[in-house]
């Protein structure tokens, strides 16, 4: 099944048409608004760290696949959009406005895009400034991006959820139990147990330090959810 189609399953699925007036029954998969949208969103995206593979374009249509009668068109725009990564904002606008109440929808439309950016084996700093730039515009929180982020990439040392060992679907009751035990673990009282030195003890206050900012984040990110 396209990615298209199982987009419009789901629009069908979980919003009534009384209740979102911008997710019709049967889009997105039949919106042509949302074909141009994330086809040239997909496009620019190749062309983020300055050169557009082929490795790209057939995970492009891999994911966001066209029904046969719009292959040709949609193959067309994608040579065009992907002659520069400017303007790829406006795109994301669209998209933004025209489905703000089905955040489902944009969420499953930049993981779509995760699997074009890693395409190629890897993730370049500018893909991943694209990716934040097109889900912020898609309104949506840094705790949905790190989800989204974390099927395809291996979280970076500086990742908050990576600090606590947990991951961005983690509740927020095992995010405060990781904390608590995290705190114990590098405690004074913990380390004189183990008979280390009063030495480590700066080590581990900035470890310490670290672990609550690491929450503090976690905890400002789902505030705005």
Same mark, same amino acid.
């Given at each position: 099944m396209?990615?298209?189609k ?11 048409a009384?209740?979102?007036t911008?997710c ?15 086809t040239a969103?997909?496009?620019? &995206?190749?062309?983020?760290?300055? &050169? ?5 374009q057939?995970?492009? &249509? ?9 292959? $040709? ?8 959009a992907?002659?520069?990564? &400017? ?6 606008? $669209? ?43 898609f ?21 908050p ?9 983690a509740?927020?009751?095992?995010? $405060? ?35 609550n ?13």
């Amino acid at each position: 099944m396209s990615f298209w189609k199982s987009l419009a399953q789901k629009a069908i699925r979980h919003f009534d048409a009384a209740e979102c007036t911008e997710c019709p029954k049967g889009a997105p998969g039949a919106d042509p608004a949302f074909a141009t949208a994330v086809t040239a969103l997909g496009a620019k &995206l190749a062309m983020a760290d300055g &050169l557009a593979q082929d490795v790209e374009q057939a995970a492009f &249509l891999n994911v966001f696949q066209p029904d046969a009668g719009a292959r $040709r068109d949609v193959l067309r725009l994608y040579d065009l959009a992907r002659q520069t990564s &400017l303007g790829f904002e406006s795109y994301a606008r $669209r998209l933004a406005k025209r489905y703000h109440n089905c955040p489902q929808i944009l969420e499953d439309v930049l993981e779509g895009l995760f699997h074009i950016a890693v395409a190629d084996g890897h993730l370049s700093h500018p893909e991943e400034t694209y990716l934040e730039t097109v889900a912020d515009l898609f309104g949506l929180s840094r705790t949905t991006y790190r989800k989204v982020r974390a099927g395809y990439v291996e979280p970076d040392e500086h990742d908050p959820y990576y600090i606590l060992g947990l991951t961005p679907q983690a509740t927020d009751d095992e995010i $405060r139990v990781a904390r608590r035990r995290q705190l114990t673990e590098y405690h004074p009282d913990t380390l004189r147990a183990r008979g280390l030195p009063a030495d480590f003890e700066p080590l581990y206050t900035r470890k310490a330090a670290l672990i609550n900012h690491a929450y503090d984040q976690i905890s400002r990110e789902r505030a705005l959810m």
